[in-house]
């Protein structure tokens, strides 16, 4: 289902909550500002969309393809975005905590000084992601892929990367105190045991 921008804007406006938008195609819509608070978008085509500051708290965006999106500054706490395509999306300063981003593929992506507190990011492909000054306290990054991952001064306190792939990863300033590395992968190739 595709839906022209004046459509959009009268659903969105229309005060139904929350939003079924599963399987629609909102790809370069602009949905800026938008209250998308516990929408369905199940398997949403969202790519290349405007999401900057929209608030999509407890969305449900299993599986939604999200790659170039910019949702800087959205608000994404408890959503669930698991097996999502989040491939050179813009998350900067982005709130998600509690979110679940397990299975998704967020390689590139921007989520510089996001809240990323407990979230769910296991078994996700973060090939080459900025996580830099992120905060990733008590985040789930078990058997993540994190090659080539820029977490400069990220918040990594009480995290879990137990299986991860750090290699070629930048961990400059980054705080680990209290994380769990067993069997992780180091920047310089080594295996924590």
């Known amino acids: 289902m595709h839906f022209s921008p004046e459509e959009l804007d009268r659903l969105i406006n229309s005060g139904q909550h929350p939003l079924w938008l599963t399987n629609t195609d909102l790809s370069g819509a602009n949905l800026a500002g938008a209250d998308l608070a516990e929408a369905r978008l199940l398997r949403a085509n969202l790519s290349g969309a405007n999401l900057g500051g929209a608030n999509l708290s407890g969305a449900e965006l299993t599986y939604a393809t999200l790659t170039g999106a910019d949702l800087s500054q959205a608000n994404l706490s ?6 999502a395509n989040l491939d050179g999306a813009n998350l900067g300063e982005a709130n998600l905590p509690g979110a679940d981003l397990s299975r998704a593929t967020l390689a590139r992506a921007n989520l510089s000084q996001a809240n990323l507190s407990q979230v769910n990011f296991s078994e996700s492909n973060l090939i080459g992601v900025n996580l830099s000054e992120a905060n990733l306290n008590k985040a789930n990054l078990s058997e993540a892929n994190l090659t080539e ?10 995290a879990t990367l137990r299986e991860s792939n750090l290699s070629r990863a930048n961990l400059d300033q980054a705080n680990l105190v ?3 590395m067993e069997f992780a992968i180091m920047p310089d190739g080594s295996v924590v045991n």
């Open 178 to 180: 209290g994380a769990d």
């Open 78 to 83: 408890g959503a669930n975005l698991s097996g």
């Open 149 to 158: 991952a820029n977490l400069a001064g990220a918040d990594l306190s009480s």
